[in-house]
């Protein structure tokens, strides 16, 4: 692991002391109750009270960051083959509902820039997993990072930044050294706490059966918050209040009051 830049040394504008997010956080918009990382989402996400989103971010060919968590298009749009070949004026075209439901056919892909307006018009907040296309891991970070940047400036609580990919953080950072940032875990291999310390991370956010006592008190002591994705359950939610945790992803807005 490299030493970070100068600039990458900046400390993000949100600190682990000081965390103005909440502990509920809807994931891709309503969980699987409208279409995921759509505008529909995030609007149903509202109505069920939700103040804070996750979503999952990716660029075009031609460099549009945009919402959608495959790499490939076939699972939840009408087009075919790997999403970050295709220009935006290509997917902007594709149909992200229809296979969701009828209520929801002809639901565009939303560009980051669409839900950044959404969110701030109505004072929500936002979780973004930078999700590149494989073999653009830094690019997409640093694209992302920018225009999220851009987005939001001059916000009270920015967006959280957060990726599996090492890479994608690192180009993050390096963009946009203010903007607060989070390491994706879905294991704990050897190393992962020093890693989010030198990413300069304010976060960990892995899936919620990693969680034990002694790992949120190494995360704690480390001066990081705790969050977890992707919990369905009540007993697991209540486990990880339980142990202290800051904030649980969830898909089940309809069963968990995020005023809890």
């Given amino acids: 692991m490299t030493a970070p830049s100068a600039a990458a040394a900046v400390a993000p504008a949100v600190s682990a002391s000081d965390w103005p997010y909440p502990r509920w956080i809807a994931h891709r918009g309503a969980g699987k109750l409208a279409p995921e990382n759509t505008l529909a989402a995030f609007r149903l996400g509202a109505h069920h009270g939700y ?16 919402l959608l968590h ?3 298009l076939e699972r939840t749009t009408c087009g075919r083959g790997t999403a970050g070949e295709q220009a935006w004026s290509d ?4 149909d992200a509902g229809a296979w ?22 109505n004072g929500h907040l936002l979780n973004i997993e930078i999700k590149p296309t494989p073999g653009t891991e830094e ?3 640093r694209v992302v990072a920018a225009h999220a940047a851009r987005l939001w400036q001059g916000a009270a609580v920015p967006p959280l930044l957060t990726s599996f ?5 690192s180009g993050a950072r390096d963009a946009a050294p203010l903007l607060p940032r989070g390491l994706l875990l879905d294991t704990l291999g050897a190393g992962w706490l020093d890693t989010a310390q030198q990413l300069g991370c304010v976060a960990i956010v892995c899936n919620h059966a990693l969680w034990t006592a002694e790992t949120v008190d190494q995360v704690k002591g480390a001066g990081l918050r705790a969050l977890s994705y992707t919990v369905n359950d009540e ?13 649980i992803i969830t898909d089940r807005v309809d069963l968990f009051s995020p005023g809890q």
């Fill in 165 to 169: 990919q090492v890479r994608a953080l």
């Fill in 51 to 66: 103040r804070m989103f996750e979503c999952d971010a990716k660029l075009s060919s031609d460099g549009v960051p945009f």
């Fill in 139 to 141: 690019e997409t970070g």
């Fill in 235 to 247: 007993w697991a939610a209540q486990r990880l209040i339980d142990l202290g945790t800051d904030g």
């Fill in 91 to 94: 997917l902007s075209r594709l």
């Fill in 100 to 121: 969701h439901s009828r209520a929801h056919a002809g639901e565009p892909l939303p560009t980051l820039d669409a839900v950044a307006r959404f969110c701030r018009a």
């Fill in 70 to 72: 495959d790499a490939t």
